[in-house]
């Protein structure tokens, strides 16, 4: 139990949960009027009540006719201790003799009580006195009340031990609240009955210390926190300020050199006795001994595991907030150069330069440097970009400032796009010539990926390309800048309209580069995507894309391993596109680069989502909206959200998917290409689902008008044209639904994959009648079992059983609709395979048992490496079998492994051979 702290006794608060203590005080004073003297100390920290318990006491035994003479011991520091009297006394004893006989003549009169408050300050003579006249008056109705505060020391604690250890006082310890008392000052500060998680919070966090609750619910009062579960979240935040707001009484009347070390303390954050002992040149004992004090206090939070101490944010700030600015600069230095001299580690001495106003010796630009490096490589990028800041403003010299933009905008590029394109535009412009612009430039391109400033900043590289002399391809690295310059120069236009269309002819002239090189490989990966985007042969995009890939470099995957990726799953080449992306994956997870981390997350999910894993698009698509919202770079980000709203349309949850598509902010959605014509498709279908089948058509159409004027040739990328014709069909527009065909077919077989034929087909035959409409169906759903496009497959299966009964071939539309409900149901297709249940019922057929073989979930890529694995082939053989590299058989057979359960190839079951044509090993 526990008492409430309040000053004011008539507050129905004051004594809550002290019942038991108040009762047990006021029977020790009945006894004492009876006759027999009685001692009392009530002892416990600063905060937990004791002056509360104290005043009710004095208030009861007023009130039962007792005289109170009531006082409070004065604070005593080192500073401020009771001179020595002038001599010793002849009498050591007449002080003594004389307050018993101010007692006796008090007690004349009738009961009497002393209640002294913050007895551990009293002077030990003071107390030895109060103990004669307690021992002298032992038949007398006298009661003695003290309190102590037992987190410090004080020159009357000792005296108090002695007259507990000869049993001349009773011992009454206050202990925390409970949390029924902290319930009900809960109730009593926030007005209404709390939940139960919300106290036990309370409880938690405050050590159940009443002073620190009431701080705790005033802040939480003055915040309109409610005490229920959602405010239970809040507490934590508003303990700290609570704590903090008692510092300052928990430091009053400490020694000197105890609130020094509490001041080196709250500089340096952490509790090393060494280092605060050299810093406040106190010896080693008297700092062991502070740092105690301070703990028993909690202004210090002890360490795990026999680690130092701790003084948190809060409390460091209430410690410092009254020390004069030049005081506390001269401590900051103090301590950042005996950091900086013992050779901690950078971070340490720069989180004491960071605060200062001017950063005038020169080790101090340095240290600032080097610890924000060291953040860039934990991963802590926020408190890189302090540092750096810190070192933009000391004034260094113009090649120093250069350097130091170019540092910090590579640390605030995931956090802030827009701080990196500042500061690198600034690079850019205090640079001198083009050799030095060129690098400033490319990396301006890269920062600027997916943001409003890729327009400014392909102009800057298309500049600096034409700045460079002609001689610069003479040497290799001549080359290689020049070559990155065009790689940065394309990818940053790639996916914006208004961009692409101004680089495209430029591009036109520069030769393919072999690959040989990394800018040559990032050069060929964009050369790939426009490729893909022009309706190029799919197999000579994917051509280009492999070649980029050609070579694991030790550096990190970047855009080019994620572009490449792309158009390789355009080009039906799924297998080698996730294992691409999962390299992008695994290398944005460690180097924290969330834009091209949520990018990847996305494209993998409508991969999945083609290839007809729905139910694992789902978890990407979420996961990527998440990623997102915890970066600025990323937080408007589009193809998450188009990703999510893409697979909970296939799995018939058009009103979730609506709601993902309605959170896009389309502030620049417009301007990307990717990105806008997903949306435009997705939203499309969302309105046919809702039966807006007009709507739909405005949307695909638009989608249709918006790639034509970006000049956009691949009529994969967003196959509005597919469910555009068959609307127009279903319409009564069969016409308008011929031309849309005729216009897209000869782009599908320029690029040539199974799924733009069959889906080229499918488009046809939504346009067509009668048996003309059957062999469409019948030819698409045979050149798409051949594709890794699940859906559109089982879609195609699915409209080709329909079409059969509709001729009135039941008997062989059961066949194609059974077929089309077990892909639809092992894909998670559940809108179609609730379309194919009912049209199998109708053609007389039942519900088809479900094929359950683990073997059926794998790729054909993943079945053939396993086959060829089983059989003893090496990594390396398969990888020169399969033109791919042995990381990309890593990730397949890790897959395989997964899916089938298994431990390694020696598991792997039968039925994997004979699975397409024989390879070459």
């Not at 610890?371 to 540092?387: D, L, M």
């Not at 391809?473 to 020049?482: K, M, N």
């Not at 890939?549 to 390789?568: C, I």
């Not at 050149?783 to 079409?803: D, F, M, N, V």
């Amino acid at each position: 139990m526990a008492v409430s702290f309040h000053t004011h006794p008539g507050d129905p608060r004051h004594l809550t949960g002290r019942t038991a203590e108040l009762r047990a005080l006021t029977t020790l004073a009945a006894r004492a009027r009876a006759g027999t003297a009685r001692a009392v100390l009530v002892r416990g920290p600063a905060g937990i009540g004791r002056t509360s318990l104290l005043t009710a006491a004095a208030d009861h035994l007023r009130s039962e006719g007792v005289a109170v003479r009531r006082h409070t011991a004065p604070r005593v520091t080192d500073e401020h201790t009771p001179r020595a009297a002038a001599a010793t006394p002849r009498d050591p004893y007449a002080a003594h003799r004389r307050l018993y006989g101010h007692v006796s003549a008090l007690l004349a009169d009738g009961p009497l009580a002393f209640v002294l408050d913050d007895a551990q300050w009293c002077a030990e003579a003071t107390l030895r006195r109060l103990d004669f006249v307690l021992r002298r008056a032992a038949a007398r109705p006298l009661f003695l009340l003290l309190s102590q505060r037992t987190d410090c020391g004080g020159p009357g604690a000792g005296v108090l031990a002695e007259m507990l250890g000869q049993g001349r006082c009773t011992l009454m310890e206050l202990g925390p609240l409970d949390d029924a008392a902290t319930a009900r000052l809960v109730t009593y500060a926030l007005g209404e009955h709390p939940d139960d998680r919300f106290v036990r919070r309370c409880a938690d966090v405050t050590g159940g210390n009443p002073q620190l609750l009431h701080r705790l619910l005033a802040s939480l009062r003055g915040s309109g926190v409610r005490p229920d579960a959602a405010g239970a979240h809040h507490v934590a935040a508003a303990a700290e300020g609570a704590v903090a707001s008692s510092v300052p009484d928990r430091l009053a009347g400490r020694p000197r050199h105890v609130r020094q070390i509490a001041r080196a303390l709250a500089v340096l954050g952490r509790a090393d006795p060494d280092l605060l002992s050299v810093v406040c040149e106190v010896s080693g004992h008297r700092t062991r001994a502070a740092l105690e004090i301070l703990r028993r206090a909690e202004v210090v939070t002890p360490g795990e595991a026999g680690a130092p101490g701790v003084m948190h944010a809060p409390v460091r700030a209430a410690v410092l907030a009254d020390l004069p600015p030049a005081e506390l600069r001269h401590l900051r230095v103090r301590a950042a150069r005996l950091l900086n001299d013992a050779g901690r580690p950078a971070a340490e001495v720069a989180d004491q330069l960071v605060p200062l106003e001017r950063l005038d010796e020169p080790w101090m630009l340095p240290v600032l440097r080097e610890a924000a490096a060291g953040a860039r490589w934990r991963g802590t990028t926020e408190a890189a970009v302090r540092y750096l800041r810190r070192a933009l403003d000391a004034g260094p010299d113009d090649a120093q400032r250069r350097e130091i933009r170019l540092e910090l905008a590579r640390a605030a590029a995931p956090l802030s796009p827009t701080t990196a394109l500042r500061h690198l535009r600034q690079a850019l412009d205090a640079s001198t010539g083009p050799r030095e612009r060129a690098p400033i430039a490319v990396e301006y391109g890269m920062a600027a990926l997916g943001t409003p400033g890729a327009p400014d900043a392909v102009r800057a590289l298309a500049h600096v390309l034409d700045e460079l002399p002609g001689d610069s391809d003479r040497t290799p690295a001549g080359r290689e800048l020049r070559t990155s310059v065009r790689a940065a120069l394309l990818v940053t236009a790639v996916n914006d309209k208004a961009a692409m269309a101004g680089v495209r002819e430029r591009a036109a002239a520069w030769p393919v580069p072999d690959g040989d090189t990394p800018a040559e490989r990032r050069l060929l990966s964009v050369l790939s995507a426009f490729a893909a985007l022009e309706g190029a042969p799919a197999v000579r995009a994917a051509e280009l894309a492999r070649r980029a890939l050609r070579v694991e470099e030790a550096a990190p995957a970047g855009w080019w391993v994620f572009g490449s990726s792309l158009v390789l799953g355009l080009a039906d080449e799924v297998d080698e596109a996730l294992a691409g992306l999962e390299r992008s994956l695994r290398d944005t997870r460690a180097r924290h680069e969330p834009w091209m981390h949520v990018s990847a997350l996305a494209a993998r999910s409508l991969t999945l989502h083609d290839t007809g894993r729905v139910d694992a698009a789902v978890r990407d698509a979420r996961a990527a909206v998440d990623a997102a919202a915890r970066s600025e770079r990323t937080t408007g980000s589009a193809m998450p959200h188009i990703a999510l709203g893409t697979a909970l349309l296939t799995q018939g949850r058009t009103e979730e998917a609506a709601a993902a598509l309605a959170r896009i902010v389309h502030r620049d959605t417009e301007r990307h290409i990717w990105e806008w014509h997903h949306y435009l498709y997705a939203q499309g279908r969302v309105r046919r689902e809702l039966g807006d089948h007009e709507g739909a058509l405005d949307l695909w159409l638009r989608c249709g008008r918006s790639l034509d004027e970006a000049r956009v040739a691949n009529p994969v990328l967003a196959p509005w044209w597919l469910p555009a014709a068959a609307t127009l069909a279903r319409l009564g527009r069969a016409g308008e639904a011929r031309d849309i065909v005729e216009r897209v077919t000869p782009s599908l077989r320029r690029w040539g994959t199974p799924r733009a034929l069959g889906t080229g087909l499918m488009a046809a035959a939504a346009a067509a009648t009668g048996r003309a409409r059957l062999d469409l169906l019948a030819e698409a759903a045979g050149i798409l079992a051949r594709s890794p496009a699940r859906l559109e497959h089982t879609k195609a299966a699915y409209l080709l059983g329909r079409c059969l009964l509709a001729q009135g071939d039941a008997r062989a539309a059961r066949r194609h609709l059974r077929q089309a409900i077990e892909v639809a149901t092992r894909c998670g297709y559940q809108a179609l395979g609730a379309a194919a249940r009912a049209a199998l019922v109708t053609a007389g057929g039942r519900m088809p048992q479900l094929a359950a073989s683990p073997l059926d979930t794998l790729t054909g890529s993943e079945r053939r490496i396993a086959a060829l694995a089983q059989g003893g082939v090496t990594n390396k053989a398969i990888a020169e079998a399969l033109f791919i590299t042995p990381r990309t058989v890593e990730t397949h057979l890790t897959n395989v492994y997964r899916k089938l359960a298994v431990r390694g190839r020696t598991d792997l079951p039968g039925g994997l051979g004979g699975y397409g044509p024989p390879l070459p090993v």
